[in-house]
């Protein structure tokens, strides 16, 4: 992560982008730290939350939820974001996500990173450690060259073939 420019910044320091009031960055990663512990990990015991701000300031959280058929379970990013949509908000300001790792920041799955793009790529994302050190990414940081909804509405080829 480090080619990437980001920046690792302990909650004291500057707060870029969420300009340090009580819901900023030191809050949301305490909110995730929180969420965390709600996280239903009997098979993998890796607890993850999630704190997810919009833009109006409302604050969602999520944790992992796995299930016994392993590829049915759901990451705690998700489902902040699935709540989130679920309650009609769709324009994301940042997400903070927290796990149990010390020597390293937590980083959301590929999964995840493509969940997060389809509501933007501009938007923050602070991975952190149990100390409440952070790194600050962007979306498009963590997902360079990413597919997205506009994607979509690009020019296709009008007839294709049916082969088979």
């Not at 010390?102 to 509501?119: D, H, K, L, T, V």
Request: charged share 25%.
């Amino acid at each position: 992560m480090s080619d990437l420019k980001v920046r690792c910044e302990l909650l004291t320091g500057p707060k870029k982008g969420l300009k340090g009031s009580s819901s900023g960055v030191k809050g949301l990663i305490r909110q995730s730290l929180e969420a965390k512990g709600f996280a239903y990990c009997p098979y993998s015991k890796f607890r993850v939350g999630a704190a997810l701000l919009t833009r109006d300031g409302t604050v969602f959280t999520g944790c992992n939820v796995e299930n016994a058929c392993y590829n049915l379970g759901i990451c705690a990013e998700r489902t902040a974001i699935s709540k989130a949509v679920s309650e009609g908000y769709r324009d994301f300001k940042a997400i903070a996500i927290a796990s149990d790792l010390c020597e390293q920041f937590i980083s959301p799955c590929g999964g995840c990173r493509q969940f997060m793009r389809e509501f933007g790529a501009s938007w923050d994302v602070y991975l952190s450690k149990p100390d409440g050190s952070y790194v600050e990414m962007t979306v498009e940081e963590l997902l360079p060259g990413s597919f997205g909804p506009d994607d979509l509405n690009m020019k296709k080829v009008h007839s294709i073939p049916n082969e088979f």
